[in-house]
């Protein structure tokens, strides 16, 4: 065999290789949204029965955590447009009371944009924030969960800088559009209550 046809079987393997790879990546990404869908389905399944909106906030939290991982959570919600934000659900107490304005920050989220934030102290909305309710929050994803009126966001923090990434960004999405389909669902059962 001479140098020209070591080089084109080199060449060839290496061309093997690169398609085995891409063939492996393009495997692990169907895998892992099948198994995305399936989450999401269960978790709709789950979300649908609850008899308030409170208890599709709070699992929505519990939730979300199987598949974006986060050290704690907050629900926010505005009414109208201007109003500020309140919290509504919170997995630690330190949020309890946090009341945000609508900054360039929550009106990309509201657009329906999940948003990942590498440091809090670039933020608008975070530097007004007392002490207590930044304290050990230095990253977030805000996720936004679409409404016909008013605005609610689910915002996950992490101690560390950066801990959100696209992937957790896309799959917070996802989840948010799931968590609006529950709370329309969970809505026409509160008002069928309240009829009967």
Not at 26 to 44: I, K, V
Not at 53 to 67: A, G, P, Q
Not at 95 to 103: K, L, N, P, S, V
Not at 168 to 186: P, Y
Request: contains cysteine; glycine residues 4%.
């Amino acid at each position: 065999m001479n140098g020209e046809e070591e080089l084109s079987n080199l060449a060839l393997e290496e061309q093997l290789r690169e398609a085995l790879v891409a063939l492996e990546q393009a495997t692990t990404r169907e895998r892992q949204t099948r198994l995305e869908t399936e989450f999401l389905l269960e978790s709709l399944r789950d979300l649908g029965f609850a008899e308030r909106s409170s208890e599709v906030y709070s699992r929505s939290m519990d939730m979300l955590r199987k598949t974006v991982p986060f050290a704690d959570a907050l629900v926010v919600r505005s009414a109208f447009g201007g109003e500020p934000f309140k919290t509504v659900a919170f997995t630690n107490d330190q949020f309890r009371d946090a009341q945000f304005e609508m900054g360039t920050h929550f009106q990309r989220v509201k657009s329906g944009i999940a948003v990942p934030v590498f440091n809090i102290r670039s933020v608008k909305e975070w530097q007004n924030q007392s002490e207590e309710v930044r304290a050990d929050v230095v990253s977030t994803l805000s996720i936004p969960i679409p409404q016909e009126t008013g605005c609610i966001i689910i915002v996950c923090t992490s101690p560390d800088k950066g801990a959100f990434n696209a992937v957790s960004t896309q799959a917070a999405e996802r989840f948010g559009l799931l968590v609006s389909q529950a709370l329309r669902m969970t809505r026409v059962r509160e008002d069928e209550l309240q009829t009967a």
